[in-house]
């Protein structure tokens, strides 16, 4: 069984920052894309940036310039440092990875149980 746990979110002043964690663990044979979604209040989950297997990144336009993600194959870990954060940037924070379980399995998205971030202003 394949899980994905988040950590680092919490309450922060505008103009602050925080950094996300999350570690996948179980049978994991091959981890592809991960990364961040969020989901604010009344509002739908959005990609807020994504990583593949070899480095390349994506960002929400919202985030570009303030938030970075990183990961470590080594230790099937993905962060999001998350810099100059503003109100807005207030939601749940989701992991996401593309994960295969064996090398002939088939590929399934995992997510993590979230974890809440609230920026003050």
């Known amino acids: 069984q394949v899980q994905l746990v988040e950590s680092g979110g919490g309450l922060v002043q505008a103009g602050g920052f925080l950094r996300l964690s999350c570690v996948a663990s179980g049978r994991i044979f091959s981890i592809d894309d991960m990364g961040w979604y969020r989901q604010a209040p009344g509002k739908q989950r959005e990609l807020v940036a994504g990583?593949?297997?070899?480095?390349?990144?994506t960002y929400a336009d919202s985030v570009k310039d303030r938030f970075t993600i990183s990961r470590d194959n080594a230790k099937n870990t993905v962060h999001l440092q998350m810099n100059t954060l503003k109100p807005e940037d207030t939601a749940v924070y989701y992991c996401?990875?593309?994960?295969?379980?064996?090398?002939?399995?088939?590929?399934?998205?995992?997510w993590g149980q979230g974890t809440q971030v609230t920026v003050s202003s």
């Open positions: 996401n990875a593309r994960i295969k379980e064996s090398w002939r399995g088939a590929e399934y998205q995992y």
């Open positions: 990583i593949t297997s070899v480095g390349s990144t």
